[in-house]
């Protein structure tokens, strides 16, 4: 599940969905830069604007009784198509900043059967994403990114991410640009931090 399977790529559904477009674009989005730079060549020859059609089309069928939010599939084709640097159309960009505040989000791991949206810290992710990402320029989901806002150590040059000090006593790692990120996201943090699931209390600041 890699950092703790809260991040974009990482839940068992966004593997699901990442391998289905894995098969249309022929290239796997764990390749190397090199090969990323040939899905990249197909999105944009025309294949991202026909894959982001298809499920643009299937959302028109959503209802809320639905087993799986079709919205979602839009929106990792999105964090795909930004991970390997495509192009992605202005409308298209439009409609994920729409559709992704609607998509559900809970704090972390959630069982196969009821990955039906985004971790919170994938959601930050996906948003700072959106609103930093240039055509041509890839942006890594797989880097660490502020569980919080969703910046990245690029994003904040010079300024770099720190952990939470008491996820890393437990080997595990929760990145945060600084304390008022840190604060403004202990709500949705403390369910997962893992010594507090344990009984050990509460907030404790960044290692820096």
Known sequence: MGRWGYTMFQGDSDLDIV????????????????????????????????????????????????????????????AYMMQVGAKIAPDDRAHLAEIFPKIPSRAGYAMPMGDDGFRDPGKAQFKAALELYVDGQPRNFFDASCYNCGKTNADLDPAKLKTCSRCTQSSKSSFYCNQECQKENWKSHKQICKPLMQGRGGLRMLNV
């Open 19 to 78: 391998s289905e477009f894995d098969d249309e674009v022929g290239v796997s989005i764990h390749e190397k830069p090199e090969k990323l730079k040939e899905a990249r060549e197909k999105l944009d020859a025309g294949l991202g604007a026909e894959l982001m059609k298809k499920c643009r089309e299937k959302e028109k069928g959503y209802h809320e009784l639905m087993f799986e939010d079709p919205r979602y599939h839009t929106i990792i084709l999105g």
